[in-house]
């Protein structure tokens, strides 16, 4: 499945359009910087996500995530990419694996297991959800990520 941008009712939520429109401004400033980047993934659906094995709690479901790639880059490449992501506030995630080589990008800290709200989370709709984001908000230190 190909790169899907939010829908229109995304955009247009009160609570979540100026997040969107922040991220996306983000994201084009990361690929201005390094224009070979180019998205893979972007907005998944709750039956998309599961599909590709995306985290129950993953902010592509918001739109506030995206997967970026480059068959040239190689890890140093991935991390200054990631690094000027998180000059600019994001999450930055570089897979570089047997499964995965690519730049997860996001708004919002990923969940951590130190987390007390981690346990309560159930997908959709769940408060502890955005509690535990604002908990890991508080926690996070801005850096690249390497899974390898
Ligand atoms: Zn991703």
Do not use: C
Not at 13 to 26: I, Q, T, V
Not at 28 to 49: K, Q
Not at 53 to 58: F, I, M, T
Not at 111 to 137: C, H, K, Y
């Amino acid at each position: 499945m190909g790169v899907v941008v939010p829908p229109p009712d995304m955009w247009q939520d009160r609570a979540l359009g100026g997040a969107l429109l922040e991220f996306k401004h983000d994201v084009e400033a990361v690929m201005g910087e390094f224009p070979e980047l180019h998205a893979i993934s972007w907005y998944r659906d709750w039956t998309h996500n599961a599909e590709e094995g995306g985290q129950p709690l993953s902010q592509h479901l918001l739109g506030l995530a995206i997967d970026l790639d480059w068959m040239g880059a190689d890890l140093d490449y991935f991390k200054a990419a990631g690094a000027s992501a998180v000059e600019r506030g994001l999450t930055a995630i570089v897979y570089w694996n047997e499964e995965k080589r690519s730049l997860h990008l996001q708004a919002l800290p990923p969940p951590m297991d130190e987390s007390p709200f981690v346990p309560l989370l159930s997908w959709p709709g769940d408060f502890a959800q955005l509690w535990t984001l604002i908990f890991n908000r508080l926690r996070w230190t801005p850096q690249v990520v390497v899974k390898t």
